[in-house]
């Protein structure tokens, strides 16, 4: 069974870094496309950025206009981790962060979530 573990969230100045992590058990993180989203009450979730697998042409990564330039995931196969590491952070950026997870379609297409971490970025 797939399973997710998000951290890294807190408060953070305008201004300042955080790095959140999305640990995967249950599976090769590396052989799934993974993303991250994130949502305000009342809001729809958004995604945020997404980083491919390795199967698919290699890790190709995507990112919400918005946080483009300051947002990077990135993969550590050997931690089975998924990174985003928020840089330049804004009020704006305030807001539940959840890891998908996607199960190639040969594996099913599955997705998991994991339980979100809250990041809140103060003015």
């Known amino acids: 069974q797939v399973q997710l573990v998000e951290s890294g969230g807190g408060l953070v100045q305008a201004g300042g870094s955080l790095r ?7 599976t090769m993180i590396a052989l799934n496309t993974v993303s991250w989203y994130r949502q305000t009450p009342g809001k729809q979730r958004e995604l945020v950025a997404s980083i491919s ?3 698919s042409g290699g890790s190709n990564t995507n990112y919400e206009n918005s946080v483009k330039g300051r947002f990077t995931i990135s993969r550590d196969s050997a931690k089975n981790t998924v990174y985003l590491q928020m840089n330049s952070l804004r009020p704006e950026d305030t807001a539940a962060y959840y890891c998908n997870l996607r199960r190639p379609a040969w594996a099913g297409g599955s997705d998991y979530w994991g339980q979100g971490t809250q990041v809140t970025v103060s003015s």
Request: with cysteine; hydrophobic share 40%.
């Open 53 to 55: 697998s390795i199967s």
């Open 20 to 26: 959140l992590s999305c640990v995967a058990s249950g």
